[in-house]
């Protein structure tokens, strides 16, 4: 397979992503007042075929449908071995469900490394389909999220989370 960029305009700015040779490597949410800077769109086969999965798996998830988004290969390569533990599994917290950093270092196999798995999941390439947003604080507070904290809410939002149970 080919590379392949990847863009998705969504209302709260475009989506931008790098398909690569293995999958999925990354996944840009737009920040509010940041540029996500000039990017050249390449089209491919993967753009056809990876990309119309992807494109059509954010649809659905953000029209509020259930989405695991299980179809989407990634290539997490980039990380390291613990990156990559704490990414996966992250991966498996279900739709509309939250567990704290600490749960998710217990199943990467480092139980007591709870704030190094906070800085692997800052460093998630690909949110929303490797749901970062859905980790929280030990305490039910809202934590950092490399996507800002408006995304943590709009996508906890579509998950069924109430903006009033929501505390940063």
Same mark, same amino acid.
């Given at each position: 397979?080919?590379?392949?960029?990847?863009?998705?305009?969504?209302?709260?700015?475009?989506?931008?992503?790098?398909?690569?040779? #293995?999958?999925?490597?990354?996944?840009?949410?737009?920040?509010?007042?940041? =540029?996500?800077?000039?990017?050249?769109?390449? #089209? =491919?086969?993967?753009?056809?075929?990876?990309?119309?999965?992807?494109?059509?798996?954010?649809?659905?998830?953000?029209?509020?449908?259930?989405?695991?988004?299980?179809?989407?290969?990634?290539?997490?390569?980039?990380?390291?071995?613990?990156?990559?533990?704490?990414?996966?599994?992250?991966?498996?917290?279900?739709?509309?469900?939250?567990?704290?950093?600490?749960?998710?270092?217990?199943?990467?196999?480092?139980?007591?490394?709870?704030?190094?798995?906070?800085?692997?999941?800052?460093?998630?390439?690909?949110? @929303? @389909?490797?749901?970062?947003?859905? @980790?929280?604080?030990?305490?039910?507070?809202?934590?950092?999220? =490399?996507?800002? #904290?408006?995304?943590?809410?709009?996508?906890?939002?579509?998950?069924?989370?109430?903006?009033?149970?929501?505390?940063?």
């Amino acid at each position: 397979m080919e590379a392949a960029n990847f863009k998705y305009d969504h209302p709260h700015g475009t989506i931008y992503g790098y398909i690569g040779e #293995h999958g999925l490597q990354c996944l840009a949410l737009p920040q509010t007042g940041q =540029s996500q800077g000039h990017i050249h769109f390449l #089209h =491919s086969a993967p753009n056809l075929t990876v990309g119309r999965t992807l494109y059509r798996a954010l649809d659905n998830y953000f029209a509020g449908m259930q989405e695991s988004f299980a179809r989407i290969t990634l290539d997490l390569s980039n990380g390291t071995p613990f990156q990559q533990a704490v990414w996966l599994a992250a991966r498996k917290v279900p739709w509309g469900k939250t567990c704290s950093y600490g749960e998710v270092a217990r199943a990467a196999g480092r139980p007591k490394a709870f704030r190094a798995a906070g800085a692997a999941l800052g460093a998630n390439p690909v949110p @929303i @389909i490797v749901p970062c947003h859905r @980790i929280i604080g030990a305490n039910g507070r809202l934590t950092g999220f =490399s996507g800002g #904290h408006a995304w943590k809410e709009t996508l906890l939002g579509l998950e069924g989370f109430k903006a009033e149970a929501m505390r940063w």
